[in-house]
Every structure is written in C-alpha cells, then in structure tokens.
C-alpha cells in the first residue's frame, strides 16, 4: 500500500513538472515576442525622426517595411494574448500614413507659394499628427514592457515551483524508503535494531553515519547496501545544493546581461542612425542652404523685391534652427554614451559660474539670482553641469517678458529626501500638459514666443535618470515653474 502511494504521488508531480515546464515555456516565448515588439517600436520611432528630417520616399519605405516586419512577428503570435498591443499598433501605420500625405501636401503649399497662414497649420496638424504617433508608440513600447516582466515574473514563480515539486518528490521517495525499512524491521525487529538506529540517525540528517555490519548473509548485505545508499546519498544532496547554486547565479547572469544587451542595442542603433544622418544627410546640406541664401542676400540685394529677401531670410533661419537642432540631438546621443564617474559636486559654483555667463548675454536685463550656497552632491560633474545649464537657461529664457526677474536655486527636503530646485517668475505653463515636459520635441510654447528645440528638458531627464534620479516640474500659467530633482542616495 506505501509503495502504491508513492508511486501514484511520484506520477502526479511528474505530471505536474511537464505542465509546468510547458508554461514555462510560453511564458518564455510570450517575452521574447515582447522584446522583439520594443526592439521593432524603438526602430520605428527612429525611422520616423529620419522621415521627418529628410521627407525623402527611402526613408517611407524603410519605415513600412519595419512595420510590416513586426505585424509578421505579431501574426504569428496569435496565441499570445496581445490585445492592447495589437489595438494600438494597428493605428501606427494610419498615423504614418497620413504624416505623409500631411507633409507632401505641406511642401505642395510651400511650393505654391501660399500664405503663411495656410503653411503654419498645415505644419501643425503634421506636428499633431507626429506627437499622435510618437504617444501612441511611447503607449506600446511601455504595455510591451511591462507584460514582459509580468511574463518574466510568472516564468520564475514557475521555476521555483518546479523546484518545489522535484524536492517533494525526493522526500517523497526518501519515506517510501525510510518507510519499507521499518517495515522490514517490524517482521526481523533483533536483527535489524542496527539497521532501525541507523535510520533513525540518518533521518535526523546525520549522513556521515554508519550501520555496522556483523555478518555476511543478507542482514549483512542490507546494511552494506543501506550504507552505500547513504553515501549516494550524501553525495546527491551535496550535488543538488552546488546545482542548485549554478543555476540560481547563471539566471541572475543571464538577466544582467540580456538586460544590458538589449539597452545596449537600441542605444547603438539610435546613435548609429543619428551619427548617420548627421554626418551624409544634414549637415552639407544646410550649410549650402545657408551660404547660398547669404550670397544670394549680399550680391542680388538690388535685384530682389522684399517678398524675395524675406523668403531667403526664413531659408537662413530655419537652416541655423535646424543646425541648432542637430547640436542638441548630438548632446542627448553624448549623455547616453557618456560612462558616468561619480564625484562631489559644488553645485552651487556650477549655478554661480551659470549665472554669470547668461547676465553677459544681455547685460541691459536686470535679474536677481538667489543661489544657496553649500549645495553638494555626487553624480558626474560634466552631466550635472549640463542640467543646470540647461535649466537656468531655460528661466532665463521664460522671464524675458518681466520687468522684475527673480531665479532661485537651492535644495529643500521633500518626504524626507534631499530634492534640489530651480525656481523662476516667468511664464509658467498648463500642469495639464507637464507629462509632455520631458519628451524629445515637447513644447508647451511657439517659437514666436520663445526660441529652443524641445531638445534641452529632454537631456536633463536622461542624465537624473541615469543618475538613478526622478525630476518633475510644478507650475501656474503667469506665476513661473519650479523644477524639481533628485538624484541617487
């Protein structure tokens, strides 16, 4: 009856392991799908910053070709359950599409000759459509994330019940033995009291024990073979611990390193395309667009009417602006290469050096700085420099319209942290629209009204991230922003 017992358990853990194993299975397939569903939207979104620096038709199809490269991923995934996925990326090609047909219709007017009025809307609805597009993107990359650990997470509990359910069915096999010897010694109790104070002994854990063997009939044979099962024994347990160890530290090696493989293959295809495009596509270009405009503007003054100079001036300027633009896409790309050495850092001298520059920009505008002094932190100083730089620049750019400007930095304890601040009287912004503060691109303000590229925020909240940091902003429409940041303990 024991020896049935056992065996029906064995059979039903087994049967329990091989179910186990098949969802470990899935769940493993399900996560890679999911990377390659980041790796493929990461891809896309650098495809379409291409597009909309070139507008060439090369850049379209490479853009379609990706996207129809990830709907094959994702029809033959069927079985995985993607719905919001799938919902989402549905809309990506629509989204592009009428991008397209938004720009062509855009250079049409601008070939034409339209107003400016009919070319500025129709260059905003592209801009809706683009910040559509890249939100919607942003909406898969970040559901694809986290079903990928809540696969990754269900993957490892199913490990661990494996584990439970091979353990079970060890100490299952271990009574069935311990059992049937006791049994033996109820028929032949003289005889086997060895044998029975061996059991007892070794069912304490004591493996090094031995049974003493007085003869050798079978009794004797037994106890040689109950002493040679405890040395396997030994031997087994011994060998499952150090198993058991390898495999828990090769798991934690295999994440670290897929972790840092997979941030390490879209930050070198980001820089690759970028440097690219940088380097052959832009650069040549626009100076010729602006050493010509520049000729054109002093050799043909008196043969051009002031609609002719007006339209070489709007070359010029959206030639530098998108110079400038690059320059900045340059930095975000160097914060992310950027090996981060951790030192302390004054940043008050940082703000104070700062300062001084932008008050010799405009000498004629009277601001006052109120710069807390003793604020140090560790981090990298050339990255730290370049997020107060980019955010007193950013006050001083948003009090420009006020008579009476006043810019703080300092540092404040916020739920028992340390958070530093920089603080103006400017403009403000709609907190309606903050969550849009920190993306490559953002503008809660036109150029009309304040120059920038919508690179700089962009910038700053890599570097705290990097720094292990969070950064956030309040604000109100007319009573300026404070821009909050923390970095790692």
Do not use: C
Not at 103 to 123: F, N, V, Y
């Amino acid at each position: 009856m024991s020896a049935g017992i056992s065996v029906i358990l064995v059979v039903i853990l087994l049967s329990l392991v091989l179910v186990i194993s098949g969802r470990i299975a899935e769940r493993t397939m399900k996560h890679n799908i999911l990377d390659d569903v980041r790796g493929g939207i990461l891809e896309l979104d650098i495809l379409t910053y291409d597009y909309l620096l070139h507008r060439e038709e090369r850049m379209e199809q490479q853009w379609h070709a990706k996207y129809n490269s990830l709907t094959e991923i994702l029809d033959e995934a069927a079985k995985v359950e993607l719905t919001s996925i799938r919902t989402d990326y549905a809309s990506l090609a629509d989204l592009f599409t009428k991008i397209t047909e938004r720009s062509q219709k855009t250079q049409k007017l601008i070939q034409e000759g339209a107003s400016q009025e009919k070319i500025d809307a129709a260059i905003a609805l592209e801009e809706r459509l683009v910040a559509r597009l890249l939100i919607t993107s942003h909406s898969i990359f970040t559901a694809a994330s986290i079903l990928a650990e809540e696969s990754q997470a269900e993957v490892m509990a199913f490990q661990r019940l494996s584990t439970i359910l091979t353990l079970s069915l060890m100490i299952i096999l271990a009574i069935a033995v311990t059992t049937a010897s006791l049994l033996v010694a109820r028929s032949i109790a003289e005889p086997l009291d060895g044998l029975i104070k061996g059991a007892e002994i070794i069912g304490k854990g004591d493996l090094e024990y031995k049974v003493e063997v007085k003869s050798k009939d079978e009794l004797g044979e037994l106890a040689a073979a109950f002493n040679k099962m405890t040395e396997n024994l030994k031997k087994i347990t011994a060998s499952r611990d150090e198993l058991d160890r390898e495999i828990t530290e090769r798991k934690r090696a295999e994440a670290r390193l897929l972790k840092s493989n997979t941030e390490l293959a879209a930050v070198n295809k980001e820089l690759e395309s970028f440097s690219y495009s940088v380097s052959h596509d832009l650069r040549a270009p626009l100076r010729a667009m602006n050493g010509f405009s520049k000729i054109m503007l002093e050799d043909y003054t008196g043969k051009l009417d002031s609609k002719g100079k007006d339209s070489l001036n709007r070359i010029r300027n959206a030639s530098q602006r998108m110079a400038q633009l690059i320059d900045d896409l340059l930095g975000l790309s160097r914060v992310t290469r950027r090996e981060i050495k951790l030192e302390r850092v004054d940043l008050t001298e940082l703000a104070k050096s700062i300062t001084k520059d932008l008050e010799k920009t405009k000498p004629e505008r009277r601001a006052e700085f109120l710069i807390q002094e003793g604020v140090i932190a560790n981090g990298d100083a050339h990255l730290l420099a370049v997020v107060l730089k980019n955010l007193l620049e950013n006050s001083w750019k948003f009090t420009s319209k006020h008579s009476s400007v006043k810019i703080e930095f300092g540092i404040t304890k916020i739920e028992d942290q340390e958070a530093y601040f920089v603080r103006d009287n400017g403009v403000g912004f709609d907190m309606a629209y903050a969550d849009k503060l920190f993306g490559s691109f953002q503008r809660l303000h036109s150029d009309k009204e304040f120059a920038g590229t919508g690179i700089g925020l962009a910038t700053v909240k890599r570097i705290i991230t990097r720094h292990g940091g969070s950064i956030w902003a309040e604000s109100e429409v007319g009573k300026g922003a404070t821009f909050y940041f923390k970095l790692s303990s």
